[in-house]
């Protein structure tokens, strides 16, 4: 079973804004990782924020987590067409212990 | 610096011929490795996980196996694949250390088409 699960599905968004994707769990978290895919290709890992952090940032990238109502979100600001990937959530934490659980993913889609 | 090699790329294979994918990881030691399948525009389906050679956790599948022979090699196998099993591979690997999971590193991916 799937713990992440991201929203929307799909985003579509001119060069220049903001893009915000949501994702929502299930159980417990040590953490939580965003990731990102080109088409055909291997995940790439972006940010990680812990359980017991609120926002983190990294460049263009801003995450937050609310553990209280089991949901992050990852901003990327100032959008350029190179950010036109699939984006994933995946927790990691004490339940399953090894194992990453993904969501089915944010398709963005940045027009020039 | 760790690199990891997934071959092949693609893979166009008849129903009920084997299959063996192949992974290996270089420039660590004792990392865990990890199976994803992936269908077209959607998540990552776990499907193996190893946390030492030998160590196999399965998930999910029935007709997939696979196995640990090394250190840093991590392989899927499958006697006879079924249209089902057509999709996009993923091997991975996390440092060892510990046991929180707080980044995984992909390959490249293998594309699987059972016809």
């Known amino acids: 079973s799937q713990q992440g699960e991201e929203d929307p599905q799909a985003l579509s968004i001119q060069e220049g804004e903001n893009a915000t994707m949501n994702c929502s769990y299930k159980t417990s978290i040590n953490n939580l990782q965003w990731y990102r895919q080109n088409s055909g290709r291997g995940l790439v890992h972006l940010i990680l924020i812990r359980s017991n952090e609120r926002e983190k940032h990294s460049g263009r990238l801003r995450v937050t987590l609310d553990t209280s109502k089991k949901s992050s979100s990852l901003l990327i600001t100032a959008s350029r067409a190179a950010d036109t990937a699939s984006y994933f959530c995946a927790t990691g934490g004490f339940t399953g212990g090894f194992k990453t659980i993904f969501g089915a993913g944010t398709r963005l889609f940045v027009k020039a | 610096s760790q690199t990891i090699h997934q071959w092949p790329a693609t893979l166009v294979q008849p129903v009920g011929s084997p299959l063996s994918l192949e992974c290996t990881v270089e420039?660590?030691?004792?990392?865990?490795l990890y199976w994803y399948r992936q269908a077209a525009g959607r998540g990552l389906q776990l499907l193996f996980y190893?946390?030492?050679?030998?160590?196999i956790s399965s998930e999910v599948p029935q007709n997939l196996s696979a196995s640990r022979p090394q250190d840093r090699q991590f392989i899927l196998s499958s006697k006879k694949l079924l249209l089902s099993d057509s999709g996009f591979y993923l091997c991975?690997?996390?440092?060892?250390?510990?046991?929180?999971?707080?980044?995984?590193?992909f390959g490249s991916g293998t594309q699987l088409s059972v016809l």
């Open positions: 991975a690997w996390s440092p060892g250390q510990g046991s929180i999971i707080e980044k995984l590193f």
């Open positions: 420039g660590t030691s004792n990392p865990n």
């Open positions: 190893s946390v030492g050679i030998g160590q």
